[in-house]
């Protein structure tokens, strides 16, 4: 358990990451905040996407790349815990990646192609996916 209490560093510094990502959020388009695979590596025109978004957020490019990787990375990990995935198996997997993102590697995909036709299947919500587009 918790023990009842969360650090107040620990608090801080949630709150500190929470404000950078949502000042990463603001100079989105509702096109990219709709429409994440917009900022991917490979996507036409996502290096001058990220690029505007790093200039007018104040961050630098790095941070804005982190800030879409672990937007991923999450969305992987929720999606494949609600199909049913076990939890540490899920975990173990983040960390590798994670471990291949500060190698400068950038998943954006499942590993399994059966997930993505899983997924098609589906009838998408509108929260499913985006950076809360208004």
């Known amino acids: 358990g918790m023990g009842g209490k969360i650090d107040s560093d620990k608090i801080q510094q949630a709150n ?48 804005v790349q982190s800030f879409i990787g672990e937007f991923y990375m999450m969305r992987q990990v929720m ?7 076990d939890m540490g198996a899920v975990q173990k997997d983040v960390r590798k990646q994670a471990m291949e993102m500060a190698q400068g ?16 299947k589906k009838k998408p919500s509108k929260a499913a996916g985006g950076f809360g587009s208004a």
């Open 16 to 63: 500190a990451r929470l404000k950078a990502y949502e000042e990463m959020v603001i100079p989105m388009t509702p096109e990219e905040r709709g429409n994440p695979d917009l900022l991917t590596p490979g996507a036409k025109g996502a290096n001058t996407r990220i690029k505007r978004i790093a200039e007018e957020s104040g961050k630098t490019v790095q941070d």
């Open 79 to 85: 999606t494949r815990v609600t199909n049913g995935e």
């Open 105 to 120: 590697k950038f998943p954006t995909k499942p590993k399994k192609p059966s997930l993505k036709k899983q997924l098609k």
